[in-house]
């Protein structure tokens, strides 16, 4: 797998943290809330498996909308939660939104 980082670089990103960094997120993000286990779904399912909106939208049972509006304020939470915490590459920086019209994948 791999990241764009602030550059627009595709950085690759080590497999073996992969398990680390997914526990470190149900732990320190979304334990035991429902709710904020959907959020992690939303953000891992739009942003780091690249499905579309409306496969979100089946998948969640969730409008696109709703997903759509939900999804900046995850983002937002995580960078905030682990901004501060030792991770290589630094993860939060390097993930872009391909809505966003300053993600490399929107200027194509």
């Known amino acids: ?11 690759p990103l080590p497999r073996a943290g992969m ?8 732990d ?7 709710r904020l286990w959907r959020y992690l779904a939303m953000f891992v399912l739009r942003d780091v498996a690249g499905w579309t909106l409306q496969q979100c939208s089946h998948a969640l049972g969730a409008k696109p909308g709703q997903i759509s509006r939900c999804l900046p ?3 937002s939470e995580l960078r905030r ?3 501060e915490e030792p991770m290589t590459p630094r993860i939060w920086d390097m993930l872009s939104d391909p809505d966003e019209p300053t993600a490399p ?3 194509g």
């Open 1 to 11: 797998m791999t990241m764009i980082d602030q550059w627009s670089q595709k950085v």
């Open 19 to 26: 398990g680390e960094l997914w526990t470190r997120l149900q």
């Open 28 to 34: 320190n993000f979304a334990k035991d809330d429902p």
């Open 73 to 75: 304020r995850v983002r």
């Open 105 to 107: 994948e929107a200027q």
């Open 81 to 83: 939660r682990f901004r």
